[in-house]
């Protein structure tokens, strides 16, 4: 695992264990679940070459509550208030965690813990295992080097913290947006290992794993809710540490629900911190 120097995470995660991570392989597994039907024209595909190619679907303008109530089991205090919120643009969000495959494609190089054998792409079984140690900086290089790529026709970045708990709950208001043995990869059936993407079920708006396998950066610095309604937020101004959201492999089930938050250094990356990419939809 890396660390950033002298960064600690606001919350507790799951313990870590390195010497097991760096011999493990992305675990498999032959139960699978068939996704949400959406529309071809709800999909966006971005073909990185060599067979890879990203999917994205696009979430529609709502209001949500954000946050959990004070009664929710496992509720943290950073969860509230709860706040009403506002997107009111459509985006597309990775329909999938952003996966070993599609990282090595642009950045020629995996730092993933859990992989075996020599970078073959998708034919590798662990090229849909979602990428791993990276961290937020480390994301916002693979998002350059993508929009390098597509040249100002489509910007990609990572969601706003707002718009990842609104496309997470896809109109639900409870901890969860499904029974967790079902729908995330935790403590409880992950084998301490992360699993490949979309085999557990997605939710209302065809996405999968946004709770459990990895957790997700968002694109906000890491601050308190505002105790009054607000629209398309894109968090603090400035801060020490940025967001993640989702929980991970390593969580209890009181981490793997809609509302956990927590942040570390803009620096910092283990082998239960992933992402998730995000795109304006016209």
């Known amino acids: 695992m890396k660390r950033a120097h002298g960064t600690t995470p606001l919350f507790p995660l799951g313990a870590l264990s390195a010497a097991v991570l760096l011999v493990a392989g992305c675990a498999g597994s032959s139960a699978r679940h068939e996704p949400p039907v959406v529309a071809e ?140 043995d079902g729908v995330a990869w935790y403590t409880g059936n992950s084998g301490s290992s992360t699993h490949r993407v979309g085999e557990k079920k997605g939710n209302a708006w065809g996405v999968h794993d946004m709770l459990g396998n990895v957790w997700e950066w968002c694109g906000d610095w890491y601050g308190d809710y505002p105790a009054r309604p607000v629209t398309d937020p894109p968090g603090p101004s400035s801060g020490s540490y940025r967001v993640f959201r989702g929980g991970s492999w390593d969580n209890d089930a009181g981490n793997c629900r809609t509302a956990v938050r927590n942040g570390f250094g803009p620096g910092y990356g283990d082998s239960g911190l992933g992402l998730r990419l995000a795109t304006s939809a016209p």
């Not at 020599?118 to 693979?142: H, I, K, N, T």
């Not at 990609?156 to 639900?172: I, M, N, Q, S, V």
Request: charge should be negative.
């Open 41 to 180: 024209e709800k999909v966006l595909h971005v073909d990185l070459g060599g067979g890879v190619v990203m999917e994205f679907v696009r979430i529609e303008p709502g209001t949500f509550l954000m946050g959990s109530p004070e009664d929710e089991d496992g509720r943290y205090e950073n969860e509230g208030p709860q706040t009403r919120v506002a997107i009111t643009k459509p985006f597309y969000l990775g329909k999938y965690e952003l996966t070993q495959a599609e990282w090595t494609a642009m950045m020629g190089g995996n730092p993933s813990a859990f992989q075996k054998g020599a970078y073959r792409l998708e034919q590798a079984p662990w090229g849909r295992c979602p990428v791993e140690q990276v961290s937020w900086d480390d994301c916002q290089e693979f998002i350059k080097r993508l929009n390098d790529r597509f040249q100002g026709r489509r910007v990609f970045r990572l969601p706003t913290e707002a718009e990842w708990e609104y496309a997470c709950r896809a109109g639900t208001t409870g901890a969860r947006y499904g029974e967790l």
